[in-house]
């Protein structure tokens, strides 16, 4: 199945986000791409939330930020996350970051979250409602 699932947020770059040079401070696309990750999850019934609801969490283990152009204060960002499906017991992301007023590809990512339950071990095979709601996604036609 190749269906995508692709969340579309707005950004707008506070003051305190810039560096002294008027341009946003790297480290806080981290944020832009958690902002696409809670849209993507409100807007698909996969909140950080309802992962929690069924006893497991899904801790960030690997992020790569490829940075093009610069943004600045008073810019707003739009970050478009696509969930990559995978049949290992993660979740996955890719995020394409534009800038608002002329379109401009400013960043790419991606993220990798695992599957832990509550004591914090990581679960070797997806958790039954992940499957469930692959399935309400028309992202798998059967649960294995």
């Known amino acids: 199945m190749s269906k995508k699932l692709i969340d579309i947020t707005e950004v707008k770059v506070r003051f305190g986000e810039v560096d ?7 480290g806080n696309y981290v944020k ?19 992962i929690y609801a069924n006893d497991v ?9 490829d940075y093009k152009k610069q943004v600045a204060y008073g810019d707003s960002v739009i970050v478009e996350t696509e969930y990559i ?7 996955q992301f890719k995020y394409r970051l534009f ?7 400013v960043a ?3 993220t990798t979250q695992v599957f832990i339950n509550l004591e914090r071990e990581m679960l070797l095979y997806p958790p039954v409602f992940a499957l469930d ?4 996604m028309g992202l ?3 649960i294995r």
């Open 57 to 65: 969490m899904a801790p960030i283990v690997n992020m790569n930020i």
């Open 133 to 136: 709601w692959k399935k309400r």
């Open 108 to 110: 790419t990512a991606t």
């Open 85 to 91: 499906n995978t049949e290992a017991a993660k979740i």
């Open 99 to 105: 800038r608002k007023s002329d379109g401009e590809l």
């Open 140 to 142: 798998i036609k059967e």
């Open 20 to 26: 002294s040079m008027s341009i946003v401070w790297h």
């Open 32 to 50: 832009y791409l958690e902002e696409g990750r809670e849209s993507f999850g409100q807007r698909f019934g996969i909140s950080y939330l309802e």
